[in-house]
């Protein structure tokens, strides 16, 4: 069984930089893709960015230039910079076991392709 415990977030001046964390606890090497979603209460789930096994990654359109999603043996991690009041929502990281490629589609489906996901996280982004 995989689970996912998210550590990061919290409020963050606009202009700056935040950094998000998902630890992955037991077998990793089972996850194809990994992602991180958001979701305004609301709103519709966006996909901010998504990496696949040989390391490829995909940014959601309103991220893109500003997000850097990377992974090591214990986890994924996010980093944005000059972010925005409109970055402000939860964030959520998810994983995929089936198999995965780096199709968009997966980063523009709602989440409904992942499997696992992690608690959320909070972002509030001021002015």
């Known amino acids: 069984q995989v689970n996912l415990v998210q550590s990061g977030g919290g409020p963050v001046q606009a202009g700056g930089s935040l950094r998000l964390s998902c630890a992955v606890s037991?077998?990793?090497?089972?996850?194809?893709?990994m992602a991180w979603w958001r979701q305004v209460l609301g709103k519709e789930r966006e996909g901010v960015a998504l990496?696949?096994?040989?390391?490829d990654s995909r940014y959601g359109d309103s991220v893109r230039g500003r997000a850097t999603i990377s992974k090591d043996n214990a986890g994924v991690y996010l980093e944005m910079s000059n972010v925005r009041p409109e970055d402000s929502a939860n964030y959520y990281c998810a994983a995929r076991f089936r198999p995965c490629g780096s199709s968009m589609a997966y980063l523009q489906s709602g989440g409904s392709l992942f499997e696992v996901w992690g608690q959320g996280t909070l972002v509030t982004v001021f002015s």
């Open positions: 037991g077998d990793m090497s089972a996850i194809t893709c």
């Open positions: 990496i696949v096994p040989e390391g």
